[in-house]
């Protein structure tokens, strides 16, 4: 079987425009909650989110094309050109037929589709709508821009699984390359969904924190007093390569991808599984595809959204993984800083996991002040201050609506 490495990185979240200052901000604590600045909240029951700040899409992209690009499209693009950068794929010869782009995000342009239909309820019913409205809000335009802009040739769509899309997409991009179907992936995902419609529909599931007293301590993973998650947004984008491929061009290599797997509930529409039986099964079989055992783990990035049933499942489903051994789990959750981005959540945690294997620190679980008492013995979650640890092997873990359950193992590179 092929190896899998990481070449090249890129983010834009509500904590940072590029991956240096992102890490730096985890492990420093940084929340980046505060009140929801692109509409007018204030009749909602949430009126705060992880928002992307200082983000000019003009100091990215000319004014044409920035009309033309959903706000999820241009994070894409931004972080997409950061890994591409990063892994010096372009100032190599490389064949562009074996270079492929698989992108995730839950709900794509929706920001843009909202704006269009209400232009149009408000209108006189005459449909005058923007020629850019299916380009810009389909979720496979990213992938098919990121290509356009390289003129990469190889595989190309997008992953919706919703809050595992790009765990997804990053374990689709892992075995194109294993499969010898290409030698280099771009891959990640990007959300931008701080919309009216976003909020209101998440607020009427009662699925948000509503603490809009103290937003930067409304994300609390792990915690007795959590009431939801706190909604984000922004990207992550990972350039993952065939070993040999790297070597050959003498890459920067920043970690490697040994295991993945997806599994499904089968339970509810909303509702992870109560005993955590589809999220057991898939970190067990990313396990078992990365050849590696729970006693391997050094840290897992737990999805952890903060809200009461979701977070109750995981620690379910990583007691299972633990029964009948002596090992005490590091964990922690990054969301208590990032909130949650939804379909682009797993990509940016994947590159938090990449940085805790290069630089040997656990980030913080923040705003932990009183653990949920169902945390079992053998799961210590890293509370509120960032841990060294040297770390060889990382789990990352994604679940979704619809029962989706979507798992990555990486292992440190050294040499």
């Avoid at 920067?252 to 295991?259: A, F, M």
């Avoid at 055992?293 to 499942?313: K, M, R």
């Avoid at 945690?349 to 013995?377: F, M, R």
Wanted: one cysteine or more; hydrophobic letters at 40%; aromatic letters at 8%.
């Amino acid at each position: 079987m092929r190896r899998v490495v990481i070449t090249g990185m890129g983010t834009v979240n509500p904590l940072a425009h590029n991956v240096a200052d992102y890490w730096d901000a985890l492990i420093s604590g940084k929340s980046g909650a505060g009140p929801i600045t692109q509409f007018d909240a204030e009749k909602f029951k949430t009126r705060f989110a992880c928002e992307v700040k200082d983000f000019d899409p003009l100091a990215h992209f000319s004014r044409s094309d920035a009309r033309k690009y959903d706000r999820f499209t241009q994070f894409a693009l931004v972080t997409a050109t950061q890994a591409v950068e990063q892994s010096k794929l372009l100032e190599s010869d490389f064949n562009k037929e074996r270079v492929g782009v698989i992108w995730a995000s839950g709900n794509g342009g929706i920001s843009t589709l909202e704006h269009e239909m209400m232009e149009f309820a408000q209108g006189d019913g005459t449909p005058r709508f923007n020629p850019f409205l299916v380009p810009k809000m389909i979720i496979n335009i990213a992938p098919g821009l990121i290509s356009i802009k390289y003129g990469f040739q190889g595989v190309n769509f997008a992953t919706v699984s919703a809050c595992t899309a790009s765990n997804n997409a990053i374990m689709d991009a892992f075995n194109y390359i294993r499969w010898n179907k290409a030698d280099v992936m771009v891959t990640g995902g990007s959300e931008a969904a701080v919309t009216v419609s976003s909020v209101g529909g998440f607020s009427s599931m009662k699925a948000l924190s509503t603490n809009n007293e103290n937003p930067t301590g409304a994300s609390r993973p792990f915690d007795k007093n959590r009431d939801g998650f706190v909604l984000g947004e922004g990207a992550g984008a990972l350039i993952l390569e065939e070993y040999e491929h790297a070597m050959a061009r003498n890459a920067p290599i920043l970690g490697e991808i040994i295991g993945a797997a997806m599994t499904s509930d089968a339970y509810h529409l909303t509702a992870t599984h109560p005993e955590g039986d589809g999220a057991y099964r898939a970190m067990k079989l990313a396990m078992e595809d990365a050849g590696v055992t729970i006693q391997d783990i050094d840290y897992v990035n737990a999805h952890a959204t903060s809200t009461s049933v979701g977070d109750a499942s995981e620690l379910n489903a990583m007691a299972k993984i633990l029964a009948g051994s002596d090992k005490v789990l590091d964990v922690s959750a990054t969301k208590s800083m990032t909130g949650h981005l939804l379909g682009a959540a797993g990509a940016i945690e994947t590159i938090a996991c990449v940085k805790a294997l290069q630089e040997g620190i656990i980030p913080p679980t923040i705003n932990l002040e009183d653990a949920d008492e169902h945390i079992p013995a053998n799961i210590n979650i890293i509370a509120n201050k960032a841990q060294t640890k040297d770390i060889k092997i990382c789990l990352n873990n994604t679940s979704g609506f619809g029962g989706h359950n979507a798992m990555l193992v990486f292992k440190k590179w050294e040499g």
